[in-house]
């Protein structure tokens, strides 16, 4: 008689690993692997007939899978005691405020805030609904009025003079933070609503010294999901040396660039973030570059030239994010640097940056500290509803109701 094998603790984590990864690469990538497998014979030659699965891609499957996975993983490294609660398991995969979007959640965090008893807090009720508030503003008045001259620089990137250009591909950095930690702002104040706390998902991003540090505050959810479970195992099994460093900086970063979307695109996008991270490798290991950055940090101005340069680097990653293909990504690259039109900016766009931008990043930096960038408490009774109405007005007054849902939705 065949003896069958006893499953084991790590036989149950592979097997999660593969049914929920399954589950995301056949939805999110089979197509885009197809396709590209097919495009990369045709270019020998050889002409192959595939079928695809033109499925529709479920709504935050990569936020739903992530979660799931890091209950499995942490329950095997033994950081957490699973649940025999089916119903608050699948309440916190299921979350509705996060759910499409984020933030990806542990199970250690959130979990136990299912398993027990919440009551109404009118503090914490009344600060969900100003976060609430101030991530509607960022998304139905900055990012979408921001999105409606993107779309059209983008479209028309071979008639843009380079100033345009350039100053496009900063408002796109700029609506994308406006556009998706609103969203997260939504998520968290509803959360609060329901007695829930959900992590913070971005500090600031956009006032960031370096690219590490961006990460260290930009989508802070993912970030640290990739680090604890991607990452740190990695490095610790692969990190010999300077070599290896690099090598597991890259894979990390293509992987992030790939968790985004099925396109070359975002690979590019990864791609060009982890050589960022390169010199964050070199300074970690040389003491002397450790000094002199403390150094440099240490001046006012060295801090805003680092934190403009900064941001201009990161814009200049966001153009293949925001491009349908490498093609258009390229040619975006080659009217802004190679070939470049040195007429003034677009007006429109100016008036967008003056009317829209340069207040909001203004009051973002005025609000940098807080938990989030509409933490009003301090503030007198007669000018906090003073900011209610007037963000109420503003949303009802220069919302652009016609434009697509939140640009994560898609991932």
């Keep these: 008689m065949m003896r069958i094998p006893r499953l084991t603790a790590k036989h149950l984590l592979y097997l999660s690993l593969a049914v929920n990864l399954g ?8 197509d885009f692997f197809v396709l590209s497998f097919q495009e990369a014979f045709a270019g020998l030659g050889i002409h192959l007939n595939v079928r695809t699965l033109n499925v529709i891609l479920p709504l935050g499957i990569s936020f739903y899978t992530f979660q799931t996975l890091s209950y499995t993983i942490d329950i095997y490294r033994k950081h957490l005691q699973p649940t025999d609660n089916f119903v608050n398991f699948f309440a916190y995969v299921s979350f509705f405020p996060q759910l499409v979007a984020g933030p ?17 807090d009118r503090d914490l009720s009344t600060d969900g609904l100003r976060q ?19 779309d059209q620089i983008f479209a028309t990137y071979t008639d843009q003079s380079a100033p345009t250009l350039f100053l496009g591909m900063m408002m796109f950095s700029i609506q994308l933070y406006a556009d998706f930690s609103g969203y997260s702002d939504i998520a968290v104040g509803t959360g609060k609503l329901f007695g829930f706390r959900l992590m913070t998902n971005f500090r600031a991003p956009i006032f960031s010294k370096s ?5 260290s ?15 740190k195992p990695m490095a610790a099994r692969f990190n010999r040396g300077r070599l290896m460093s690099f090598v597991t900086i890259i894979v990390l970063f293509l992987v992030i660039g790939l968790w985004h979307g099925a396109n070359w695109t975002f690979i590019a996008y990864g791609l060009c973030n982890g050589l960022y991270f390169i010199p964050n490798v070199l300074k970690r290991q040389n003491m002397t570059a450790r000094k002199a950055l403390r150094k440099l940090y240490s001046a006012a101005y ?7 340069l900064t941001f201009i680097l990161n814009s200049l990653t ?52 807080y938990e989030h960038q509409f933490d009003i408490r301090r503030y007198p009774t007669w000018l906090r509803f003073t900011l209610y109405y007037l963000l109420i007005f503003l949303i009802i007054l220069f919302a652009n109701f016609g434009k697509p849902p939140f640009i994560y939705f898609q991932f």
């Design 132 to 150: 609430i508030l101030w991530g509607f503003f960022k998304k139905m008045v900055i990012a979408d009025n921001i999105g409606v001259q993107v």
């Design 318 to 369: 966001v153009v293949f994010f925001r491009s349908p293909d490498i093609k258009s990504s390229i040619g975006y690259m080659v009217h802004l640097f190679i070939n470049p039109k040195w007429l003034v900016p677009n007006p429109d766009v100016m008036k967008i940056w003056f009317f829209y931008i340069i207040p909001f990043v203004i009051f973002e930096w005025m609000q940098r500290d």
């Design 302 to 308: 060295l801090v805003a030239l680092m934190t403009a």
């Design 217 to 231: 505050r930009w989508h802070i959810s993912m970030t640290t999901w990739f680090r604890d479970y991607l990452y």
């Design 211 to 215: 690219i590490p540090d961006f990460w």
């Design 23 to 30: 589950i995301l690469i056949i939805f999110k990538y089979y």
């Design 104 to 120: 990806i959640e542990r199970a250690a965090s959130l979990l136990p805030q299912f398993e027990t008893e919440r009551k109404f």
